[in-house]
């Protein structure tokens, strides 16, 4: 009896610590929720109307987030009340969530690529018949230029810096490169190659619109080098997903445990 009572108490402490951790996890979640908000603006500036769509993610973040510290305090308070009814109800209820979990990585898996096609094309768009040049305040010549100047102001800085700890530099021209400039509104405004942004220094001499050598510009397109910062950064995002999921998986059983063990 003594050694039941002894496993019983092991569960249900472990169970405890479980939800702990999964109701800071919800917070985390909201928390990034909200910096995903912050930083939206301009990268919808940057990508184009149709990139409003993942504005949408900072949402789902909060709304999830609130969810899981929600299923977190239920199985503390359910262990600590041994009730089992809020023990069958936390089961099902992550049992849901962790389907859609792994349903949602099979589609964004399979649609990955085609996403990546949407933005690319509608950010190149953007840039061709919207760009008006170097400190133009429109919306997108204000996104592009913050894009492709260092991460120099406003909420892109606030971005930049919650992406690497410290401020990372793109250092980028275009979707591609400078040539995406060719045929823009930009170009046939002004007659230039490419606008200040592009440039290493944007106040020298040698940054005229029209020398396109690799020590005044910069080559590399920024579409490029936000799908590396992005991939760089989605590894420790799947090592928490991945985690977090093994952790939900363990929590059920030990949901499922205790609820026998109530019986």
């Known amino acids: 009896m003594a050694?039941?009572?002894?496993?019983?108490?092991?569960?249900?402490?472990?169970?405890?610590?479980?939800?702990t951790i999964?109701?800071?996890?919800?917070?985390?979640?909201?928390?990034?929720?909200l910096w995903i908000k912050l930083g939206s603006t301009s990268f919808v500036r940057v990508l184009g109307s149709t990139s409003v769509n993942f504005v949408h993610i900072g949402y789902f973040c909060i709304v999830v987030g609130i969810v899981v510290a929600m299923l977190g305090f239920m199985g503390c308070w359910g262990a600590a009340k041994e009730s089992r009814c809020l023990l069958l109800m936390y089961f099902l209820i992550m049992l849901v969530i962790f389907i859609a979990e792994i349903t949602a990585a099979v589609v964004v898996f399979a649609f990955t690529q085609f996403a990546r096609s949407i933005v690319l094309d509608k950010s190149l768009t953007a840039l061709k018949k919207k760009y008006s040049g170097y400190k133009h305040d429109d919306i997108v010549s204000y996104g592009w230029n913050a894009f492709m100047l260092k991460f120099p102001?406003?909420?892109m800085r606030i971005v930049a810096e919650r992406l690497g700890g410290d401020a990372q530099l793109l250092n980028c021209c275009g979707v591609h490169n400078y040539t995406d400039f060719s045929g823009s509104a930009f170009q046939i405004r002004t007659n230039l190659t490419y606008p200040k942004s592009c440039c290493k220094d944007p106040m020298s001499l040698a940054c005229n619109g029209h020398n396109v050598s690799s020590?005044?510009?910069?080559?590399?397109?920024?579409?490029?080098?936000?799908?590396?910062?992005v991939k760089e950064k989605s590894l420790l995002l799947g090592g928490a997903a991945t985690g977090a999921a093994l952790l939900e998986l363990a929590a059920m059983i030990v949901s499922l445990m205790l609820y026998i063990k109530l019986v």
């Open 3 to 19: 050694p039941s009572r002894s496993c019983y108490a092991t569960l249900k402490t472990v169970m405890i610590c479980f939800n």
């Open 22 to 33: 999964i109701f800071v996890v919800g917070c985390t979640l909201v928390a990034l929720g």
């Open 153 to 155: 102001i406003g909420t």
């Open 215 to 229: 020590v005044v510009i910069n080559q590399e397109g920024c579409f490029h080098k936000l799908v590396s910062l």
